[in-house]
């Protein structure tokens, strides 16, 4: 076991804690300069500090230059995001409600004057002019600091101009609300109408004097955000953008290249997306449709055009996720698209996975077809400019140019202290794939171990990859307790292509409860005499608690003890986009939401279960731990429940977070028999 100076193995859970999962210290957004000589990225000085500063690279050179620093800035939080000009010379970004524009050639920064406290800096492709939303209004101003003004203004309370909505955000892959010209004359905005969304309230029971927060949350079935475009110039001019909102009420994606704005927008019930090219007057024509019977699948990065104006998208044909450009597929059967990371010229830089394991970084231009850009294991991505290249492979960057030498971006992420040893499995006719971890010091022909699955198992999330990431770790600490610990992907899972995590709509419990079996029974099969199936266990958060909690209440004769984090119970009370997308409308699938409901099941329940529960959750609200806690305690089923103070969806306080590894731990010990 691997381990660092003065640290044990049984300190994961504060540097989990202490790294937020060892993401702090690495060098993320990377971006090369127009000419490719810089490249941009922000980090944190240490492995654990949180204020992320604004660095440049040399690409020649390799010498890094600190260009923003929080602190020296009088901030007490990190730069979260920056955007920069066509050239790369200027970035903008807003720190703890001010507004900042940095010269990136002399590391020189300096405040912008602003109204309010600016969110989503934009720097529009000349340099001359920052866009920015304070107040929920649409501002822009020069990078001089005058001639500031608002574009739009909110016309009522939960208005806003230049934002995305909750769904968009949290499901669509689109985090952006405005989108400047190529000449920086114009944007192209979403005004977000969220007064008939659904206000819901969370307050802080252990602090009643506070007020509770209201947040408008789409709850399945129910209304969305109106959203619209509109084409806002310098000048004063304001033109809406017209199509089918009605049909078509979800905005997908926007942009604006050489070629004009243009959008991507959805059906309610998700089966049909359309790309539209926008002219000036407001009009749209559509560029392209997407059909599919169950849900159309979004990916980060598209729509998108190349320099010539081919529409690059994805096409789903039975069990492959092509690459389209102009609707042809360029991308063979069994390569499975992930994502679009960027164009330059013709070409497309995109992630995909010929095995659901990896994913790898590929390159297409029309003349040389196809190139693959990463190599060896790992979950590989990039970013192209100018003629370099960034490989990112988990915490490790490197900077590649043509006839120059590799050059790292420095992470200072911590190592852990312990080194996670999975076994890579394919379990049964469907050829699920699994980890499976052993103690450390496990040898061949020990006794029985008692088994902790500890899987996602879900729609939109992997578990089992060669790309070593946190949650990994966290599998081997529980292992090295003394556990056979079981990960499998499942059905629903992506990476294996649309047929595969399609079988789940309508469905979201029972394939994925019989994946888990079957993986389970496999592995016991393959290594007779390891596993203790008399002592079964299982853990997981979110989708994973609720895969958990279905565990126990539906097979206990299988699963013996489960801990169950943030799960949703009632699948009614979660998000529009996201349930209805595999479930359908509530109105019209009642018995899809039905199928799914741990409520309905709580007398069900005869083995031990923890419900785990942020207090301050604001997407697996905690109505959903406290309705089956209520149904349980109604039914007479003893079971036990950890609320946590002031925590979101995932803890993020230090001894929150490591206790809480160690509480379950002592749970399951418990509830198994465990020594």
């Known amino acids: 076991m691997t381990t660092l100076p003065g640290m044990t193995a049984d300190s994961l859970p504060r540097q989990l804690a202490r790294t937020r999962r060892f993401t702090l210290g690495v060098p993320v957004q990377p971006e090369p300069s127009a000419d490719g000589a810089t490249v941009l990225f922000l980090r944190g000085r240490t492995g654990t500090d949180p204020l992320s500063c604004l660095w440049a690279l040399d690409a020649d050179s390799g010498a890094e ?119 920086g004359r114009a944007l192209l905005v979403a005004r977000v109408d969220n007064r008939p969304v659904v206000r819901w309230f969370l307050a802080d029971p252990t602090d009643p004097r506070q007020p509770p927060r209201a947040i408008r949350y789409p709850l399945a079935g129910t209304a969305n955000a109106g959203v619209s475009l509109w084409l806002l110039g310098l000048d004063g001019s304001r033109t809406e953008v017209r199509w089918d909102r009605a049909a078509f009420e979800y905005l997908t994606a926007a942009g604006w290249d050489g070629h004009g704005p243009y959008a991507a927008v959805q059906s309610r019930d998700q089966r049909t997306v ?79 996975s010929e095995d659901p394991t990896e994913t790898h970084l590929w390159q297409y231009e029309p003349a040389s077809g196809l190139r693959k850009l990463s190599h060896g294991p790992g979950l590989h991505t990039g970013a192209r400019r100018g003629g370099t290249l960034v490989l990112t492979t988990g915490s490790r960057s490197t900077v590649l140019r043509e006839g120059r030498p590799a050059l790292p971006l420095t992470s200072y992420a911590e190592q852990p202290v312990i ?40 729609p939109a999330m992997q ?71 008399d002592r079964v266990g299982i853990r997981g958060w979110s989708y994973g608690g609720f895969l958990a909690a279905l565990a126990v209440l539906r097979r206990p004769d299988v699963f013996h003890a489960a801990s169950a984090g943030a799960a949703p119970t009632d699948h009614r009370l979660y998000d529009t986009h996201w349930q209805e997308r595999f479930l359908g409308h509530p109105a019209d699938h009642p018995e899809h939401y039905d199928s799914c409901d741990l409520i309905t099941e709580a007398r069900e329940l005869s083995r031990p279960l923890l419900l785990i529960q942020g207090m301050a959750d604001d997407n697996v609200f905690p109505v959903h731990t406290l309705r089956l806690s209520h149904a349980l305690l109604a039914a007479g089923r003893p079971h036990e429940v950890l609320p946590l103070r002031g925590a979101g969806h995932r803890p993020t306080d230090e001894a929150t977070a490591e206790n809480l590894l160690r509480h379950e731990l002592a749970f399951l010990r418990r509830s198994l028999g465990v020594g």
Request: charged share 25%.
């Open 419 to 458: 080194t996670a040893r999975p076994e890579l499995l394919r379990l049964g006719p469907h050829e699920l794939r699994a980890h499976l971890f052993l103690p450390t010091d496990h040898h061949p022909g020990d006794g029985p171990l008692p088994v902790l699955l500890d899987p996602y198992g879900g």
């Open 65 to 183: 230059r600190l260009i923003a620093d929080p602190a020296a800035l009088g901030a007490a939080t990190g730069i979260a995001s920056y955007s920069t000009d066509a050239t790369g010379r200027s970035a903008v970004f807003a720190l703890d409600g001010a507004l900042w524009l940095a010269d990136t050639r002399t590391a020189s920064v300096r405040p912008v004057a602003s109204v309010g406290e600016p969110e989503e800096a934009r720097l529009d492709p000349t340099g001359q002019w920052i866009a920015y939303v304070s107040g929920g209004a649409l501002r822009v101003v020069g990078v001089d600091g005058t001639d500031d003004r608002a574009l739009a203004e909110p016309e009522a309370e939960d208005v806003s101009y230049g934002l995305a909505e909750y769904v968009a955000v949290g499901e669509m892959y689109r985090d952006r609300g405005h989108w400047w010209s190529p000449d």
């Open 463 to 533: 578990k089992v990859t060669t790309g070593g990431p946190w949650h990994a770790q966290v599998s081997q600490w529980f292992a090295d307790q003394g556990f056979a610990v079981l990960v499998v992907d499942g059905h629903g899972t992506p990476g294996r292509g649309p047929r595969w995590e399609k079988t789940i709509w309508g469905d979201k419990a029972g394939p994925a409860l019989e994946d888990q079996i079957e993986g389970l029974q496999e592995t016991a099969r393959l290594r007779p005499g390891l596993l203790d199936l």
């Open 274 to 352: 359309r790309t539209l090219a926008i002219g000036a007057d407001g009009a749209t024509r559509v560029l392209a449709e997407r059909d599919d019977p169950r849900w159309v699948e979004l990916l980060p990065g598209l729509p998108v055009r190349t320099a010539g104006g081919a529409l690059v998208d994805t096409a789903d044909d039975g069990d492959t996720r092509h690459l389209t450009v102009d609707g042809k597929p360029v991308t063979p059967a069994g390569l499975q698209l992930r994502a679009v990371v960027g164009t330059e010229g013709e070409e497309v830089l995109f992630t995909a």
